[in-house]
T-cell receptor, first 113, second 113 residues
Framework: KNQVEQSPQSLIILEGKNCTLQ??????????LRWYKQDTGRGPVSLTI?????NTKSNGRYTATLDADTKQSSLHITASQLSDSASYIC????????????FGKGTKLTVNP | DGGITQSPKYLFRKEGQNVTLSCEQN?????MYWYRQDPGQGLRLIYY???????QKGDIAEGYSVSREKKESFPLTVTSAQKNPTAFYLC????????????FGDGTRLSIL
C-alpha cells in the first residue's frame, strides 16, 4: 500500500533554533518527493522537489534530503523564524500509468519567540 | 498576478442543501484538482480534470460533483448526499510535464449549520 508517514506530528522550537522534519514513504513506482509549506488557513506552497537521483536540495534556509534506498526524506530548517510556523507536508508522486500523489499528514511546526 | 482563486472563503450548508465551491485559475494549466483536508489527515483527492470537458473521480468522490466547461474553471458541488461535508476544501492546478508542482488556492472552509 502506498503510504507517506511524517514525524514528528508536531514540534515546538524557539526562534533561531534549527529543526529537522522526517518523511518515510512506501510509494512505488517513485517519481519525485516534494515538501510543501501550509500556513494556517491557506493553501500549501511548494518548497522543494527531490527526484530519484538527487540527494540534497536547498531553498534558502530549507534543505531537503532524499535517501531513495531507505525511502526516507528530511527537511531541515536553519535559524528558524516566527514565519516558519506552519504545517509541512511531504508528498510523494507515483508515476505508473497515471500520476498519483500520496500526501503525508504533515508536521505542525510552532516557532516561539 | 497569476494564481488560483477559491471562493467563498467560508461557506455554511443547511441540511439537504447543495452548495457549490468556486475555483478559477489564470495560470493556463490544463489539469485541475479538488482535495478535502480534515484535521490530522492528509489531503484526499475528490475529483480531477486533465482537460476541458473531462474529469475523473478521485478517492472520495461520493457525494460530490464537478464540471469542467472552461479551462479556467473547475467548480465543486457538495451535494446533500455527502453526510459529513465539514472540511477545508482545496483546489489545485498543474502544468503538464514531469515534476511540475501543483499550485493550490487558499481553500474554502465548509461548515454545517
Amino acid at each position: 500500500k502506498n503510504q507517506v508517514e511524517q514525524s514528528p506530528q508536531s514540534l515546538i522550537i524557539l526562534e533561531g533554533k534549527n529543526c529537522t522534519l522526517q518523511c518515510n514513504y512506501t510509494v512505488s513506482p517513485f517519481s519525485n518527493l516534494r515538501w510543501y509549506k501550509q500556513d494556517t488557513g491557506r493553501g500549501p506552497v511548494s518548497l522543494t522537489i527531490m527526484t530519484f537521483s538527487e540527494n540534497t536540495k536547498s531553498n534558502g534556509r530549507y534543505t531537503a534530503t532524499l535517501d531513495a534506498d531507505t525511502k526516507q526524506s528530511s527537511l531541515h530548517i536553519t535559524a528558524s523564524q516566527l514565519s516558519d510556523s506552519a504545517s509541512y507536508i511531504c508528498v510523494v508522486t507515483s508515476q505508473g500509468g497515471s500520476e498519483k500523489l500520496v500526501f503525508g499528514k504533515g508536521t505542525k511546526l510552532t516557532v516561539n519567540p | 498576478d497569476g494564481g488560483i482563486t477559491q471562493s467563498p472563503k467560508y461557506l455554511f450548508r443547511k441540511e439537504g442543501q447543495n452548495v457549490t465551491l468556486s475555483c478559477e485559475q489564470n495560470l493556463n494549466h490544463d489539469a485541475m484538482y479538488w482535495y478535502r483536508q480534515d484535521p490530522g489527515q492528509g489531503l484526499r483527492l475528490i475529483y480531477y480534470s486533465q482537460i476541458v470537458n473531462d474529469f475523473q473521480k478521485g478517492d472520495i468522490a461520493e457525494g460530490y460533483s464537478v464540471s469542467r466547461e472552461k479551462k479556467e474553471s473547475f467548480p465543486l458541488t457538495v451535494t446533500s448526499a455527502q453526510k459529513n461535508p465539514t472540511a477545508f476544501y482545496l483546489c489545485a492546478s498543474k502544468n503538464s510535464g514531469f515534476h511540475q508542482p501543483q499550485h493550490f488556492g487558499d481553500g474554502t472552509r465548509l461548515s454545517i449549520l
